[in-house]
Nanobody, 124 residues
Framework: QMQFLEFGGGLVQAGGSLTLSCAASGFSLDYNAVGWFRRAPENERARDQVSCISSSGGSTNYADSVKGRFTISRDDAKNRVYLQMNSLKPEDTGIYYC???????????????WGQGTQVTVSS
C-alpha cells in the first residue's frame, strides 16, 4: 500500500520544539512535491497546508502563521520529509499529515498518499 507514515508528534509546552517525520511507504519520493497539512481541533473538516517542498527541494512554501518558526526539508536517499517546528504555540495544535503531489499547490485535493497523521498538542 502506498502511503506516508507520519511520526514525531507529542505534547509540548508553548515555546517548545518538535520535529515531525514522514516516511514514504511503497513508493519513491523522487519527482514528488510533499506537503505538510494540519487538521485543527476547531475545524476537523479541513486540512490546511502548513508547508510544502518541491520535488527538487529547491522551493519551499509556508503558511503565514508558521513562517520563521517551521522548516521543511527532505532526504530522498532516506525517502523522508521532515518538519522542524520551533517556538510552538497552542494554535499549532492539531493532527499533522503529509502527502505527495506533482507540484506544491495550496488545496489538499491535489495531494495523495495520505497517512494516518501524528498528533501535536501544544499546551499554554
Amino acid at each position: 500500500q502506498m502511503q506516508f507514515l507520519e511520526f514525531g508528534g507529542g505534547l509540548v509546552q508553548a515555546g517548545g520544539s518538535l520535529t515531525l517525520s514522514c516516511a514514504a511507504s511503497g513508493f519513491s519520493l523522487d519527482y514528488n512535491a510533499v506537503g505538510w497539512f494540519r487538521r485543527a481541533p476547531e475545524n476537523e473538516r479541513a486540512r490546511d497546508q502548513v508547508s510544502c517542498i518541491s520535488s527538487s527541494g529547491g522551493s519551499t512554501n509556508y503558511a503565514d502563521s508558521v513562517k520563521g518558526r517551521f522548516t521543511i526539508s527532505r532526504d530522498d536517499a532516506k525517502n523522508r520529509v521532515y518538519l522542524q517546528m520551533n517556538s510552538l504555540k497552542p494554535e499549532d495544535t492539531g493532527i499533522y499529515y503529509c502527502a505527495a503531489a506533482v507540484q506544491c499547490r495550496s488545496e489538499d485535493y491535489h495531494f495523495t498518499y495520505w497517512g494516518q497523521g501524528t498528533q501535536v498538542t501544544v499546551s499554554s
